[in-house]
């Protein structure tokens, strides 16, 4: 898999020399106070069309990220800023009706409460997958296409062996770390590689890049 061509193609399609380059983690995720944040800069090369077209469903992913769990520090910024702002806008009252439109009825010991359930959501697993797959090109240095990637919630504990021999990348605690194990020596394990990503400090996700689209579950 001798695939290097960093910075020479787009990360998302393969396009030969890619005029724009797109910001990893949606910069939409990081309060005020992090601006600074050297993850924030994350780039990879990218052709205009797949750079583009996102500007609607990013803030969307932000909203559910914001909304699905118990809130950090960083999330309470992120509300009191930007995510009150933006649904503050023209289009505000339609972003709060598609986050209305995700949250699902559950019953718990207090009776029925709604919960946002981020993996149910296509548009939300989409930008999750092309988060990947732009820290994919960042690390293995070549682009995967979007039918190769799945992502879930991670619903299991992950033994702490496998997580003690993944190092975990680019930590900026309180925002969004990363760590990945590869198993494309390993012919029997279908897929390539299987990522851990965590948001905001207890917002877990697993993906995995499957060796082919044929072997996905
Ligand atoms: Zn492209």
């Not at 993996?119 to 960042?138: E, P, T, W």
Request: net charge neutral; glycine share 4%.
């Amino acid at each position: 898999m001798a695939r290097r061509h960093k910075n020479k193609h787009c990360a998302y399609c393969g396009a030969p020399a890619p005029e724009t380059k797109d910001h990893v983690i949606p910069h939409e995720l990081y309060p005020p106070s992090k601006l600074n944040s050297k993850v924030q800069r994350l780039t990879v090369p990218a052709c205009s069309k797949c750079n583009n077209g996102w500007s609607d469903d990013e803030p969307h992913f932000r909203t559910l990220l914001t909304l699905a769990g118990e809130p950090n520090a960083a999330v309470r910024e992120l509300w009191d800023g930007v995510v009150n702002r933006s649904l503050r806008k023209e289009d505000g009252p339609r972003r709060l009706e598609d986050v209305w439109n995700r949250m699902r009825p559950i019953e718990t010991d207090g009776g029925v409460r709604h919960k946002i359930y981020p993996a149910s959501d296509q548009r939300f697993l989409k930008v999750m997958r092309k988060i990947v797959r732009g820290l994919h090109y960042h690390e293995r240095e070549y682009y995967v296409s979007d039918d190769l990637v799945s992502v879930d919630i991670l619903r299991t504990e992950i033994p702490s062996e496998f997580l003690d021999a993944m190092p975990v990348h680019h930590r900026e605690p309180d925002i969004f770390k990363y760590q990945f194990e590869v198993f494309d020596a390993f012919e029997d394990i279908p897929m390539s590689s299987t990522w851990l990503l965590t948001f905001f400090e207890n917002r877990k996700f697993i993906a995995s890049v499957w060796k082919s689209p044929e072997s996905h579950p």
